[in-house]
Each structure stands twice: as C-alpha cells, then as structure tokens.
C-alpha cells in the first residue's frame, strides 16, 4: 500500500498568514485611463508569455529560468509517475505558447466516489485527478485490474464502476485553462472579492455569487476556486499531474491575504510531497521550483486588441443583458484594475454543467456547502478567443456554443443573449475576441 503525504489540487492546504512572497509589489501605479479597458497595456507584456512589467532584474532571471522549468519534460529517472498525466506543464499549457490552454486529447478526468456530502477520492491515489499513466500500482487499488501495467504506450487506468466501489461515483473532464495573468489575482484583496458576492441574492437579479475556500483562506485559483496561492497550485500540478514530488518554497507564508478563520484538517503545506518512485523526494529542487512559481505569478494578461465599432456595440451589449453580472469587467487589485472578466466568485451553472464534484468549503448560504458540485468560477475572459475549446472540461467548440451553454444563474443573461439579433450576436463575439 502506498502511504504517502499529499497536497491535493481539490483539496488546498491549511493556511494562516498573510500575503507573503509575491514580489512585494503593492505599489504599482493604476496606469492612465484605467477605466476598465486599459489595465492590460499596464500590465501586459508586450508578447503573450512575458513577465507583467516592473519585475526585478532577479524577478526577471528568475522568470525566464521558471518558462524552461514550465516546458520541461520530466524522464522517469528524474521522478516522472508512478502516476501522471503529463510529463511538463507546458505539455497541458501550451496553446499558443506555454502558459496557454490544451485541445480535447490532453483532458484528464476527476473522479470522487460516494454521494455528495460524503465524497472522497479514489483510496491510494494521490488526488481526486485520474491519472492516465502509471507503474501498474494500479493493482494495489483494484485488484480485479492486478495484472495491468500502464506505460505511455499502454491503455488509460480505467475508472471503477459503481458496482466495484459498491456506491456512486462521479466523474467530470477537465479542460486546461489557460494561466496569462492568473497570478494576479493573488494581488486582488479578500475584501474586493467578497464585496462582489451576493450568496443568498437580496438583490434578486437572479444571481448569487459566493466565494469558496481552500482550508480557510479565500480562494482564488481553478475552477472552482478552490485553491488561495499560486505556490500551492504550483506544487500540486507537480505531483498530481507529473507525480513529481517537492519541498515548499514559503508553505504557510505563501498565503495571500489570509483572514478566514476556520481552517479544514488537510495536508499542512509546510509538508514536503512524497512518493515511492525510487527517485529520491524531492525530485524538483528548491530553485528550480522558485523560479517555476516566479513564472506562474507573474506571466502577464493577454493585451487587449483595439476595439472596433462591432466591439464596442458589442461591450454595450454583454453589459446590457447581465453577462456583467459576473464577468467583471475590472477588479481591483494592488498592481491596479485587472480587466480579467471575472468576479472569482462560484455560481450554479445549472445541471448540465454541473460536475457533481464538491471542492472547496464556500461561503454559507442557503446553497449549502456541498452545492459546490454544481458551481463554477466566473472563467476570467481575457484572452478567452485563444483559449478554446471552452467551459471546465471543453464541450463548447466555439464561444456562441459556450454562451449558449450557460445555465442556472446565468439563464437569464443566457436567454437576452439568445433573444438579441443575429448582428447583436455576432457584436457581442466581436468584442470577446477583443479581449
Ligand atoms: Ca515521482
Ligand atoms: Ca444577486
Ligand atoms: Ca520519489
């Protein structure tokens, strides 16, 4: 049996301190004209995949050694499995250059079994997150599947079947987001956060945005905003994804902006991760994984494109018929306004979206904590032309497709966006493909 220590993507670790190790820069001025469109001239690097400006010449360093960590291939002697899904970040991220989103074929699926209310992971695998390759371990687990091994060239481990668990068991594709500009919202204050949800909707527009948690502090990262820091979902795609195990790098101090005081029992992020892989733990050192998180938190939003006329007819619009009613179009954060598009807040999209996947304790509401399995965060929609195929696990092919698939709270900006004219439409993807 495997006795491992771990950091689960899903499940965040217990956090206490306030924000700490994010380059300190408080201070960054607003820029001219931030009023909701220009924030990404201030802060967007000239190329997709640059640093945000204002870096350190160590910050820089540090970045351009963390963009080859990103795109590095891990062998299995240097601690690649026993289970994995990738062999480098950048095998996820990449479209159009590293940091970006993934097509259908490098999806991954999340399995919990048991109801709602109840659910675990699969016993003995690291995550909630299915890995499609491993050593065969696979038998320890089930051991109607004893006799498989499970290489890059072999078939995927196979999910359990209900009848084998002996209870439900759901399961949910993930589609890789892509991570321009992500890390800023680890400079976006708890209090802007919370000052956008509405969790039992006394506004009665239909919406009631909540925000989740991860072990306590807000948070801010995935999609469904289960995980508060950047190093944290660092070192967690690196063992659930590639099982390359690590030190923390702050742990504790990496949390930002920690006030929320009930703290969940989960892994304590001041513990290493490890493995039996053979391949001595840590298998990635203390600097190269600095310099990975460097490049996580500070690769910079997509700039925005000019606006046409269409564009703009079209901004009125999406603003008109409510899709701003989540999709923010800026949220303040201390390097500025980020015209990210998001709320980072976690709505009920409806059943057909719904994953049945509960992550996260959020914000009390009459949705009771576990109606997580039906929320999702706000996707931010900068850049959002680049990042197709859409939605958590990418079912939309195109954003008509993607809108169209709203559902739940947002049934009703879903139906005026429907309703609008065919020019309307047409306006509205005009101006997405702007941003
Ligand atoms: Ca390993
Ligand atoms: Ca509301
Ligand atoms: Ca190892």
């Known amino acids: 049996m495997l006795n491992l220590k771990r950091i689960s993507l899903l499940g965040g670790l217990s956090a206490s301190l306030a924000l700490a190790g994010c380059g300190g820069g408080t201070d960054a001025p607003a820029g001219p004209g931030n009023t909701g469109s220009s924030a990404p001239q201030t802060l967007a690097g000239a190329n997709l995949g640059d640093p945000i400006p204002g870096l350190t010449p160590g910050e820089l360093a540090a970045y351009e050694r963390g963009r080859e960590v ?68 696979w038998g320890d687990i089930f051991p109607a599947h004893s006799t498989a091994t499970f290489t890059l060239e072999g078939e995927r481990i196979p999910i359990p079947t209900p009848a084998e668990v002996g209870s439900e068991v759901n399961t949910a594709q993930r589609n890789a987001i892509p991570i321009f500009g992500t890390g800023l919202f680890e400079f976006v204050s708890n209090a802007t956060i919370i ?80 493995d039996n ?52 179009p800026s949220i303040e954060s201390t390097k500025g306004p980020l015209d990210a598009y ?4 976690i709505h009920d999209m409806g059943p057909d979206l719904a994953d049945r996947l509960s992550f996260g304790t959020p914000q009390t509401a009459a949705l009771g904590p576990v109606h997580t399995g039906f929320e999702f965060r706000t996707q931010p929609l900068w850049g959002v032309s680049m990042s197709g195929p859409f939605l958590h696990d990418g079912r939309a092919e195109t954003l008509e ?35």
């Open 342 to 345: 998001t709320d980072l807040l």
């Open 70 to 137: 990103f795109s590095r291939r891990f062998k299995p002697t240097e601690g690649l499995g026993p289970f994995y899904n990738a062999t480098s970040c950048a095998s996820c991220h990449s479209t159009p250059v590293p940091g970006g989103g993934s097509q259908l074929y490098r999806n991954f699926y999340i399995c919990m079994i048991f109801p709602l209310g109840a659910q675990a992971k699969l016993t003995d695998l690291p995550s909630p997150i299915v890995p499609s390759f491993g050593s065969g371990m």
């Open 401 to 435: 497709e993607a809108i169209e698939m709203h559902a739940g709270e947002s049934q009703v900006a879903r139906d005026a966006y429907m309703a609008l004219t065919d020019l309307e439409r047409a306006e509205i993807i005009e101006f997405l493909e702007k941003l």
């Open 195 to 274: 000052a956008g949800a509405d969790p039992d909707d006394t506004d009665a527009d239909g919406i009631s945005g909540r925000y989740n948690t991860d072990s306590g502090a807000l948070g801010r990262f995935g999609v469904k905003a289960q995980v508060n820091n950047v190093e944290v979902f660092t070192r967690a795609p690196l063992q659930n994804q590639m099982g390359i195990t690590s030190n923390p790098v702050l742990g504790d101090l990496a949390t930002v902006s920690s006030s929320m005081s009930a703290i969940q029992g989960s892994t304590d992020p001041n513990d290493p991760t490890l």
């Open 277 to 328: 892989d053979g391949v001595p733990d840590p298998e990635i050192s203390h600097e190269d994984l600095s310099d990975l998180i460097t490049f996580t938190r500070f690769i910079a939003p997509p700039a925005q494109k000019p606006f046409t006329p269409g564009a703009l007819n079209g901004q009125v619009q999406f603003d008109a018929i409510g899709c701003t009613g989540c999709h923010f």
